[in-house]
């Protein structure tokens, strides 16, 4: 099992990786006086753009653990009825 949690934690150490480095890059463009006029809308138009840059690699995170879920469960199962 721990195979299976660790290929899951290098999957989504990457994506995150790639989230990350494009998030830093919208923090150096945030304008400030955006912000202060309208903080909720502006951090909502932020937010919904990075969402929507970002799709593939939701899409991949979910998918990578929808994946490991599926694989515990079969261990589980295999366990429970007594075949290694």
């Known amino acids: 099992m721990s195979n299976n949690i660790n290929a899951l934690q290098d999957q989504l150490d990457g994506l995150t990786e790639d989230v990350k480095a494009d ?4 923090l150096e463009q945030i304008d400030i006086e955006a912000l ?4 909720v809308n502006y951090i909502r138009e932020i937010a919904v753009e990075f969402v929507s840059q970002h799709e593939i690699e939701i899409q991949r995170g979910i998918n990578s653990g929808h994946r490991f879920a599926q694989k515990i469960l079969k261990e589980i199962k295999r366990a429970d009825t007594g075949q290694s």
């Not at 998030?23 to 919208?26: C, E, V």
């Not at 202060?36 to 903080?39: R, V």
Request: zero cysteines; proline letters at 12%; glycine letters at 0%.
């Open 23 to 26: 998030a830093d890059l919208i």
């Open 36 to 39: 202060l006029n309208d903080p």
